[in-house]
């Protein structure tokens, strides 16, 4: 009896109305995609857009900050649709403040979503992709991560720590056949229904655009394997 062979199975964490919907877009026609957020109603809604234009993804509902709930997605993601071959880390927030503004639990709660969800999620696929010989995590950065501003007293050092697990995963999984990486967004995503005072569309980066480096990232030659870069517009000052 023939039976086709199904897509590789690539998870993505952080799905909101900008990078991370356009990241399943560009993944879900070649690839079975997991979707990890908090919302089960946004993820099985977008599922479903995503069924009827003829891509293959579906939600698994978890907080990212919280071990129980993202060890329980991962293992529901492994029985349902197998071991990924790609994880993407795109969730972050952070409230923008000094550190007289921003509260010990605003700090721990953006440390929890930035880096620390980054390293559950990753220590839940390493495993199989090292038995593999091969797997791709990525990791969402931004300019905070780099170069923490006044107002970053929470964002900044969260990024730091996604910057410096990538770098650490990078340099202990490269040799294992692991290609782990660094996009630092340096700017503004141009998101569908939000406005950024003084900010024209040309100023910010478009989601498909940014997905599309992420696609060419995940499938490059491991001889000439990429650790970090960055994406910014073009009129973007760094």
Partial sequence: MNQTKQPPVAVIVGIGPGLGAALVRRFAHEYRVAMVARSADYLNQFGAEIGAAGGQAAGFPADVGVA?????????????????????????????????????????????????????????????????????????????????????????????????????????????????????????????????????????????AIAETYWHLAHQDRSAWTMELEVRPFKEKF
């Fill in 68 to 208: 129980e709930q993202i060890a329980a997605a991962f293992e529901k993601i492994r029985r349902e649709l197998g071991a990924p071959e790609i994880l993407i880390y795109n969730a972050g927030t952070g409230p923008f403040g000094s550190l007289a503004e921003v509260s010990p639990e605003q700090f721990e709660n953006c440390w929890r979503i930035n880096a620390f969800g980054a390293f559950l999620c990753a220590k839940q696929v390493v495993g199989d992709m090292v038995t593999r010989g091969r797997g791709v995590v990525l990791f969402t950065g931004a300019t905070a991560g780099v170069k923490a501003g006044a107002h970053s007293v929470a964002f900044g050092p969260a990024k730091f720590a996604l910057r410096g697990l990538a770098q650490s995963m990078a340099r202990d999984l490269g040799p294992k056949g692991i290609h782990a990486a660094h996009i630092n967004v340096d700017g503004a995503i141009d998101i569908p229904g939000r406005n950024f005072p003084g900010l024209k569309p040309e100023d910010m980066l478009k989601p498909d």
